[in-house]
């Protein structure tokens, strides 16, 4: 990158700042895909494997508007100081970022039980994984579509 | 996120056209119903729960404005009104009301900021501005749950009848009536969503689209703009006489500000 | 920031499992909208929201753009003494918003 904070640039450094300035205009925001929602819980959960099970991902099927849908994860657990769930993650496969939220809980939550409202920008795959005090992750999905209603915002 | 493409629109022109020949039938009393009961079991948990209900947040800081000196005068709401859960408790239910200053019906906020000019020396609020929605938000919800009486004045009625006038009269590129809609095509589908009644139960409410409080002629004009007609401005007089015939056109059904809908 | 609305239960039994709800005013601006002028708004959201019991951390949350505006967080917490529930949102910038709750836990 062109370095601006006094020192003379030379050419090639306005040139390669020109050459930044204009890929910045030709390129959108990024759009999460599958795969960058699949690097985003490769870097949760590392090395260990994510079963399915244990985590219920309560969303509507049919979202009434994008905006903000509601959502609500449970995990089994006996939230006890030897065995609970440490952390929630939601994790989306179409808004422009991988990540959703991350709930971190402790033995005094009494119940794994989280809700809050969120955006979908298109109808996708929303994924919810518990990262337990075991080191153990599980997991749970839900496939949405997003409509829209009718009389929007011009 | 994607919007409804012209074509779909134009699709459901023809066959609203083509279904309506004669005049739009009235809604009978007995089958008339707020938008509430067309929303997702979600958004009226939403609704109901005044913990989420982002609403809320807007009667909150209504709460702070109203008690907030105004103006040359230093005035507050409450140094007239005192307390609003006794003074302003069915106020909203009867609006738009008859205002004798100005000879004819003024909206809620209308009548906020004639109070304001008037009687607190202080300049009007922009309409839609984020503390006019709070403090008429505030006061409807003082409203809440209480039978709609607006337009039983005798002296509304020549008004309430251009809102019919409006509400009936076909507008826009796509030259739809609100009627075709809201009094033959209820409960219908459009676009994914479910073709309310169009009662103004609950304004200013929290729309899901808008992610923030906004009012009835907010509302009128997304759908005005929906039939490529050129919506009305916010306080004009076409706007309150419209807002009083869906009001009365409402009569009975309960207050719900802050509603919350998608 | 702006107003929070906070339901934590005012009476208690020990050993109980409240649930809490807090909703704080805050347009979550995510960064990939365009303004009126056809520029990027800038991103500004609240990025953690903290809950603690007496002084000690039982809940937190890490928000992401993806996080709905005013946003609406419900959780469960064992009431486990009388005392202060602290709630803090702290956005893009750092700035935070404190607000607190009484229980009483007989």
């Known amino acids: 990158m062109a370095r601006l904070d006094g020192m003379r640039a030379n050419r090639r450094d306005v040139l390669a700042a020109g050459a930044g300035a204009l890929s910045l205009l030709l390129t959108r925001p990024a759009r999460a895909t599958p795969e960058s929602m699949a690097v985003a819980i490769r870097s949760f959960v590392g090395e260990a494997t994510v079963q399915k099970g244990r985590v219920a991902l309560d969303i509507p099927a049919l979202v009434e508007n994008g905006n903000s849908v509601p959502l609500k994860v449970t995990v089994e657990s006996a939230m006890t100081s030897d065995d609970f769930v440490k952390t929630i993650a939601i994790f989306n496969e179409r808004n422009p970022q991988p990540n959703v939220a991350n709930f971190h809980l402790t033995p005094r939550s009494g119940r794994a039980e989280v809700s809050t409202r969120i955006r979908l920008g298109d109808s996708q795959t929303i994924v919810a994984i518990a990262q337990l005090s075991d080191g153990t992750f599980w997991s749970d999905q839900a496939e949405l579509v997003v409509t829209l209603p009718a009389c929007v915002e011009s | ?262 | ?106």
């Not at chain 2, 505030?138 to 005798?154: L, Q």
């Not at chain 2, 219908?188 to 969503?193: F, I, R």
């Open chain 2, 1 to 262: 996120m994607r919007r409804p493409p012209l074509r779909a629109w134009a699709c459901v022109a023809a066959l609203v056209l083509g279904a309506t020949t004669g005049l739009a039938t009235e809604i009978p009393p007995a089958q008339r119903r707020s938008g509430f009961d067309d929303m997702s079991r979600e958004s009226q948990a939403m609704q109901r729960d005044d913990t989420a209900n982002p609403g809320m947040l807007g009667v909150l800081e209504g709460e702070t404005l109203w008690n907030e000196k105004a103006g040359f005068a230093g005035r507050s709401c409450a140094d007239c009104h005192g307390d609003a859960r006794a003074s302003m408790r069915g106020v909203a239910a009867r609006y738009p009301a008859y205002s004798a200053e100005q000879g004819r019906p003024v909206d809620l906020e209308g009548r906020i900021n004639l109070c304001r000019e008037t009687r607190q020396n202080a300049l009007p609020l922009p309409r839609e501005s984020r503390e006019m929605l709070a403090l008429s938000a505030y006061v409807a919800h003082k409203s809440r749950g209480m039978a709609i009486t607006a337009g039983e004045d005798p002296r509304l009625e020549p008004f309430r009848a251009r809102g019919e006038v409006l509400y009936r009269q076909r507008q826009g590129q796509l030259n739809l009536s609100c009627a075709q809609c809201h009094d033959d095509n209820w409960g219908k589908q459009l676009a994914g969503a479910i073709i309310p009644q169009g009662h103004p139960t609950g304004y200013p409410l929290y729309r899901l689209e808008w992610q923030s409080l906004g009012s009835l002629p907010r509302r009128l004009r997304n759908c005005m703009v929906g039939v490529r007609a050129e919506p009305f401005a916010p306080g004009s007089p076409e706007v309150v006489d419209l807002e009083l015939f869906l009001m009365s056109r409402a009569r009975g059904l309960p207050i719900e500000t802050p509603a919350v809908r998608p």
């Open chain 3, 1 to 106: 920031m702006g107003r929070a609305l906070i339901n934590v239960p005012a009476k208690a039994k020990r050993g109980e499992i409240i649930e809490i709800k807090a909703l704080v005013s805050h347009p979550m601006e995510t960064g990939y909208r365009t303004g009126p002028d056809g520029t990027l708004v800038p991103r500004d959201i609240i990025q953690r929201f903290v809950c603690t019991y007496n002084g000690e951390e039982v809940f937190s949350a890490d928000l992401f753009p993806a996080i709905a505006a005013n946003p609406f967080i419900a959780f469960t917490t064992v009431a486990t003494e009388s005392g202060t529930i602290t709630f803090r949102w702290i956005d893009d910038q750092g700035r935070g918003q404190i607000e607190t709750a009484k229980i009483t836990v007989e």
